[in-house]
């Protein structure tokens, strides 16, 4: 098992991605949370990117991804204003949408499969919002998986999960009315939190959107126990 204490941001060459991966695990460091998993990376090697598709939890849960691989995001547009975590996602090279503007779906699935054809991968949480692990998840949503048939890109599917003692901790969950500012000092006087991060096997995208969504979310859900 790989385990960091630690922090995150944005481009395209090794030495920048290696800061970005600097960045995220230090910061990481400084909240005293820990990262679990047994992967190097959460991409496919290859020319082509890979769309990774993750259960959502907390505004954690990017710190984490990029403290293992600085990956491009699709995240909704209030992440870019938040402090420090906004920053690493702009630095990252993150797509902000607007989960309220619907009309501009179309060219957000052009520009993820743009980026997948360059060789770049993209993070996306599919729930499209932020769940309590204690009280299950939200439907994947398929849009994503379109940029990844049109990209011909492979789909990563990765389980996210927060513990306390070995046991399943929601301290880290950023949900409903919940403030950025509270779940900071939750997890800030938290002990002994890490999050753990399970990578499935990729799969190619030879089916519809319908089909991947519902067999990534399966592989998800079937590691958390959810």
Request: aromatic residues 6%; charged residues 25%.
């Amino acid at each position: 098992m790989r385990r960091w204490r630690g922090a995150l941001a944005a481009s395209g060459s090794a030495a920048r991605g290696g800061e970005l991966r600097s960045s995220a695990r230090r910061l990481l460091t400084e909240l005293g949370v820990e990262v679990v998993t047994d992967a190097e990376r959460l991409s496919v090697p290859g020319a082509r990117g890979t769309l990774i598709v993750a259960n959502h939890l907390s505004w954690l849960d990017i710190v984490a991804a990029l403290a293992i691989e600085p990956t491009a995001f699709l995240a909704k547009r209030e992440v870019g204003r938040w402090p420090v975590v906004g920053g690493l996602a702009r630095r990252c090279g993150t797509r902000f949408i607007d989960r309220h503007q619907l009309r501009g779906l179309p060219a957000v699935v052009v520009d993820v499969a743009s980026t997948l054809r360059s060789g770049r991968s993209v993070l996306v949480f599919p729930e499209g919002t932020t769940w309590c692990g204690s009280h299950g998840g939200g439907t994947f949503r398929r849009a994503a998986f379109q940029a990844a048939i049109d990209a011909r890109a492979p789909i990563r599917p990765v389980t996210l999960g927060y513990r306390q003692g070995g046991e399943p901790s929601t301290v880290a969950s950023f949900v409903g009315e919940d403030t950025l500012l509270n779940s900071l000092r939750r997890v800030v006087r938290a002990r002994d939190l890490r999050v753990e991060v399970e990578v499935h096997e990729a799969f190619e995208p030879y089916a519809d959107r319908r089909e991947l969504a519902a067999r990534a979310e399966a592989a998800v859900r079937q590691a958390a126990h959810v």
